[in-house]
């Protein structure tokens, strides 16, 4: 069975869908050896092609004026020339003309339900393809069962037609050892008592709730830890920079930029408290990669969250200041929570993997296939 995966997610510095993207065809080419996998792109993607399964190629499409509609024209003439048995859209896109069965992953719906946190472009776009695209798949994964009820909700597609697979800690998050932990630290220029939040800097993360507290903490107590944001620059985000420079938290806060996964492991197996106050989220990933490294997790009690951390994480209510004040002191002070907290997340973590998610995916895959046997050819178009 020859299978295609979207790779557009992996053409830039791989964030959450990017490492989604490779993390799960890397697990269904180990779980299916006798079927071939691709992930194809009409650009130049960002993989490491020697640690890839022989059965996993990365295949990136040269495009002339026509198949630059990569959607409309250049992915289903590829597809239909391959002969694909079906595709696999990682990044809530699959073509508009149906070639072979198609599976989307709608991770979240934060751009409907959250507009005001991202551009508009984004938001008109998500606004005008989310129904298409769960209307033409044959079926639809989502991360949780939290976001299912919404696509359920807000797209008015069948609860039938969506499968909720979780996702999993990457391979390389796991308690790192000493002297690493040590030499990252050094060379990152961060203290050894340190708060540290790891995603991308935009408004959904609600880091300008992060920035107020540990305000509120320097002013109200004697603590003095460093604030860590480790992540990439994304948008809207100029109230944040602009509290923290007029503050006087300015030496206080350190912006790393994007890092690598070991320097990441590094910061999770030496903070004193992962934080991660989102207001929303398809699965909250960072919190459960925090905790495969051993550090005790504040997060966000809202329902995704409180799905995937189950008791094993301080849970606060995201827009109220003083009490994610009130729990950093608690963990700053307070070694007999930190170590209650390591533990239980260790072994919360410890029951997602990749191969349980490829596992469940692949199971969709197989539904999709057999149904679409039974109705015979598929030949028609979705537009």
Same mark, same amino acid.
């Given at each position: 069975m020859h299978i295609g995966l979207d790779g557009i997610p992996l053409a830039t510095p791989k964030s959450g869908i990017g490492h989604y993207t490779f993390e799960l065809a890397k697990s269904l080419a180990e779980l299916a050896p006798t079927d071939e996998f691709e992930l194809i792109a009409p650009v130049e993607v960002d993989s490491d092609e020697g640690a890839l399964p022989?059965?996993?190629?990365?295949?990136?499409?040269?495009?002339?004026?026509?198949?630059?509609?990569?959607?409309?024209?250049?992915?289903?003439?590829?597809?239909?020339?391959q002969q694909l048995a079906l595709y696999h859209g990682t990044n809530y896109n699959v073509p508009l003309w149906r070639r072979c069965p198609t599976v989307v992953t709608i991770h979240d719906l934060s751009l409907l339900l959250h507009p005001e946190t991202h551009r508009e472009d984004l938001v008109s776009r998500a606004?005008?393809?989310?129904?298409?695209?769960?209307?033409?798949?044959?079926?639809?994964?989502?991360?949780?069962?939290?976001?299912?009820?919404?696509?359920?909700q807000h797209l008015g597609?069948?609860?039938?037609?969506?499968? *909720?697979?979780?996702? *999993?800690p990457r391979r390389s998050f796991h308690p790192g050892a000493e002297g690493e932990v040590r030499d990252t630290l050094k060379r990152l220029n961060v203290e050894d008592e340190f708060i540290l939040f790891v995603g991308t800097v935009e408004p959904r993360k609600n880091l300008i709730t992060l920035v107020r507290a540990f305000d509120e903490l320097m002013r109200e107590t004697d603590l003095?830890?460093?604030?860590?944001?480790?992540?990439?620059?994304?948008?809207?985000?100029?109230?944040l920079y602009s509290y923290v420079e007029q503050s006087a938290l300015k030496d206080r806060v350190l912006f790393t930029g994007y890092i690598s996964d070991d320097d990441l492991r590094a910061l999770y197996s030496s903070c004193r408290a992962a934080v991660y106050p989102s207001l929303y989220e398809g699965f909250g990933l960072p919190p459960l990669e925090?905790? *495969?490294?051993?550090?005790?997790?504040?997060?966000?009690?809202?329902?995704?969250?409180?799905?995937?951390?189950?008791?094993?994480?301080?849970?606060?209510?995201?827009?109220?200041?003083s009490e994610l004040t009130r729990a950093l002191i608690e963990l700053l002070t307070n070694e007999a929570k930190r170590r209650e907290l390591r533990g239980l997340g260790l072994r919360r *973590?410890?029951?997602?993997?990749?191969?349980?998610?490829?596992k469940r995916t692949y199971e969709v895959y197989k539904c999709v296939l057999n149904a679409n046997k039974k109705a015979g050819d598929y030949q028609s178009p979705a537009l």
């Open positions: 022989g059965n996993l190629r990365v295949k990136h499409i040269l495009v002339n004026s026509l198949r630059r509609r990569w959607w409309t024209i250049g992915l289903p003439l590829y597809v239909r020339q606004r005008r393809r989310l129904p298409t695209m769960t209307r033409i798949a044959a079926h639809v994964i989502t991360d949780s069962e939290s976001v299912k009820k919404e696509i359920h597609t069948a609860e039938e037609k969506v499968t *909720a697979v979780p996702l *999993a003095r830890p460093q604030l860590v944001i480790a992540g990439q620059k994304g948008w809207l985000t100029d109230e925090a905790m *495969a490294c051993g550090a005790p997790v504040i997060t966000s009690r809202i329902p995704v969250i409180m799905e995937t951390s189950e008791g094993a994480a301080t849970l606060i209510n995201p827009t109220n200041v *973590a410890s029951e997602y993997t990749w191969e349980l998610t490829a």
